[in-house]
Nanobody, 125 residues
Framework: QVQLIESGGGLVQAGGSLRLNCVAS????????MAWFRQAPGEEREIVAA????????YYAKSLKGRTTISRDIAKNTVTLQMNNLKPEDTAVYYC??????????????????WGQGTQVTVSS
């Protein structure tokens, strides 16, 4: 059973940056597809970025591409989401997700087996 623990959320002014970390335990981290999702109040949970372990392929949501970078540190069992030039509309709870299966989309919630508890990101204007 994989456990995911997020950290790094907080309050930041518009234009600022945040780095979110997700530490995974209990599974073969090097063979997990990892992703970050977010959910704003009253909205559906949506994909932010994903990292596929085969070929180290990355995927980014269009609305965030160019402002976010997802990376993985196998030695630390950690996936990191660097977010720059944050906007008030980026305010949301950010969730780390993982799956051990090879197949699946990046954006469909049901394609992920494991979820963290989430970390709040608030961007003030």
């Amino acid at each position: 059973q994989v456990q995911l623990i997020e950290s790094g959320g907080g309050l930041v002014q518009a234009g600022g940056s945040l780095r979110l970390n997700c530490v995974a335990s209990g599974g073969a981290f090097s063979r997990l597809t990892m992703a970050w999702f977010r959910q704003a109040p009253g909205e559906e949970r949506e994909i932010v970025a994903a990292f596929h372990w085969i070929g180290n392929v990355t995927y980014y949501a269009k609305s965030l591409k160019g402002r976010t970078t997802i990376s993985r540190d196998i030695a630390k069992n950690t996936v990191t989401l660097q977010m720059n030039n944050l906007k008030p509309e980026d305010t949301a709870v950010y969730y780390c997700a993982a799956r051990s299966t090879l197949m699946g989309t990046y954006s469909r919630l049901s394609d992920y087996d494991y979820w963290g508890q989430g970390t709040q990101v608030t961007v003030s204007s």
